[in-house]
């Protein structure tokens, strides 16, 4: 009887994977290093190489493998389709179908958004566990999403859906977001976004603040700390990011309704102190309904992506 699965996160640096037993629990883990040359075309053999000899480590077939999921950092289509993954070469592929012949077509494959595939592993063994329906946020270099309802996820007719970072939320922006785009939620609650906006209130006032220490070179994580120390010009900061980021989550709770919004991301390392400011301007922006979604931190960090792709099996 097949009771396991093997959750693959295929990142531009290293492809983390996991070995699940059906329940939930992770077994193995280990990862292969990810080769861009030649357009990506030795990712998935590499993968598929390294999963055959763990398999054979833990004595098991093939026949014993329920399926293997693989998240991607690129909008994924409905039928599989990746028009572009730009950080792993890749153009118009389907990464399923080719793995799953690699895998000489005994093993079942799916494919989704690396993103959505993070929080549907929230949601299962995560942060967001307990719950059906959750937003995942994650707030890195970027701001990530994710939308699962009833415990699926929603990627949208493009792959777009949870694309949350580049809804545009500032109309006063004035500088031009990666994605070309002008006012993204990405430019003001990434970690870069924080640190850029403390530069910005340094610039604009002569106040005295102890992030001024710290020059050009000014991260999130400084911003937070100075501000859990009372510095007022990083309370600031901190006050401006967050209530961009609780009025998007306010849009985009009226569009989906969802139980839980689960915060991760190298920014949610904040802890308590971001949660709590968070949920002042969302509360805030979200008069209409006494039953608000909870705002919690994520739990399984670099992981969530395995967990995610291997639950994406057992659906």
């Not at 500088?175 to 870069?192: M, Y």
């Not at 007022?232 to 401006?240: F, G, P, V, Y």
Request: aromatic content about 6%; overall charge negative.
């Amino acid at each position: 009887m097949s009771n396991y699965c093997i959750g693959i996160d295929i990142g531009g640096t290293t492809v983390k994977c996991g070995l699940f037993k059906a329940t939930g629990e992770l077994v193995d883990k280990w990862e292969v290093p990810t080769r861009k040359e030649g357009a990506g075309k030795n990712i998935l053999p590499d993968v598929a190489e390294a999963m055959l000899k763990k398999l054979e480590e833990h004595g098991l077939k093939k026949t014993d493998i329920l399926g293997c999921g693989l998240g991607v950092p690129g909008p994924v289509e409905p039928n599989g389709y990746v028009s572009v993954c730009v950080n792993l070469g890749w153009r118009d592929i389907y990464p399923a179908r080719e793995m799953s012949a690699l895998l000489g077509g005994q093993i079942p494959c799916k494919v989704g958004n690396d993103a959505n595939v993070a929080a549907l592993g929230e949601m299962w063994m995560g942060g967001g566990k307990g719950h059906n329906s959750i937003v995942a946020v994650t707030l890195g270099t970027g701001v990530g999403g994710g939308i699962i309802i009833d415990g699926k996820i929603v990627a949208g007719a493009h792959g777009l859906g949870g694309e949350i970072g580049h809804m545009h939320i500032r109309e006063e922006e004035t500088e031009f977001c990666n994605c070309g785009g002008r006012g993204c939620l990405e430019q003001v609650a990434s970690a870069t976004g924080i640190a850029r906006e403390a530069l910005r209130n340094l610039k604009a006032s002569d106040e005295p603040s102890k992030m001024r220490d710290f020059g050009d070179a000014i991260t999130a994580k400084d911003v937070c700390d100075c501000a859990k120390a009372g510095d007022k010009l990083a309370i600031n900061t901190m006050e401006t990011c967050c209530r961009y980021l609780g009025w998007d989550l306010a849009l985009i709770s009226y569009v989906v309704d969802p139980e839980a919004f689960v915060i991760g991301g190298g920014v949610s390392k904040a802890g308590s102190y971001l949660i709590n400011l968070i949920k002042v301007y969302f509360e805030q922006y979200t008069q209409l309904s006494m039953n608000k979604p909870q705002i919690v931190l994520a739990t399984l960090g670099n992981d969530a992506g395995i967990y995610g792709c291997a639950r994406m099996v057992l659906e």
